[in-house]
T-cell receptor, first 108, second 115 residues
Framework: RKEVEQDPGPFNVPEGATVAFNCTYS??????FFWYRQDCRKEPKLLMS???SGNEDGRFTAQLNRASQYISLLIRDSKLSDSATYLC?????????FGTGTSLTVIP | DVKVTQSSRYLVKRTGEKVFLECVQD?????MFWYRQDPGLGLRLIYF???????EKGDIPEGYSVSREKKERFSLILESASTNQTSMYLC??????????????FGPGTRLTVL
């Protein structure tokens, strides 16, 4: 079983739409959770950390559900510049485990 | 501004060649990582190091070795390159647990093609 699983998409949404990504992780001892964004042919960059209480950064909201072992990312009012691949990342011990990424294309 | 640099953005090598990929970070991070990224497979950990001269195997260490002689530098070595090692190689660094597990910082990647 993979450490981290996420729906690869692709998600194609119109500008202004709200879109949600989910991700599940297998190790209940995992300690930290993140969403990264990766643009085509570029390195992953941290979008936001995910805290137990949920956290928001502008149009982006991240949630963590430890009981069900999933994390989510909600993007409101999608912009063309949001088009990218979104990676779910889980830290367990001294390692980081990555999902395969969810592709988002925002259409004009 | 945090920075992780990798020695090459693009590299073309021949089967059987020995290949060195270098990574340098300027954040005084203890942890450094080497991943490869392939379509449909995501990022897979090759090796990581939590201190100078220390190394740990990741999920796919076969065909690779690493060297960490200085804290800021972590090298990935392909002893005898093969075509199935054609991939994007990403280096990352982070702090150790207890020092602020905030994030990994990535280098720009090296796209290696083995002919």
């Amino acid at each position: 079983r993979k450490e981290v699983e996420q729906d690869p998409g692709p998600f194609n949404v119109p500008e202004g739409a709200t879109v949600a990504f989910n991700c599940t992780y297998s190790n209940s001892a995992s300690q930290s959770f993140f969403w990264y964004r990766q643009d085509c042919r570029k390195e992953p960059k941290l979008l936001m950390s995910v805290y137990s209480s949920g956290n928001e950064d502008g149009r982006f909201t991240a949630q963590l559900n430890r009981a069900s072992q999933y994390i989510s990312l909600l993007i409101r009012d999608s912009k063309l510049s949001d088009s990218a691949t979104y990676l779910c990342v889980v830290n367990t011990g001294n390692q980081f485990y990555f999902g395969t990424g969810t592709s988002l294309t925002v259409i004009p | 501004d945090v920075k992780v640099t990798q020695s090459s953005r693009y590299l073309v090598k021949r089967t059987g060649e020995k290949v060195f990929l270098e990574c340098v970070q300027d954040m005084d991070h203890e942890n450094m990582f080497w991943y490869r990224q392939d379509p449909g497979l995501g990022l897979r950990l090759i090796y990581f190091s939590y201190d100078v001269k220390m190394k740990e195997k990741g999920d796919i260490p076969e065909g690779y070795s690493v060297s960490r002689e200085k804290k800021e530098r972590f090298s990935l070595i392909l002893e005898s390159a093969s075509t199935n090692q054609t991939s994007m190689y990403l280096c990352a660094s982070s702090l150790l647990p207890g020092q602020g597990w905030d994030t990994q910082y990535f280098g720009p990647g090296t796209r290696l093609t083995v002919l």
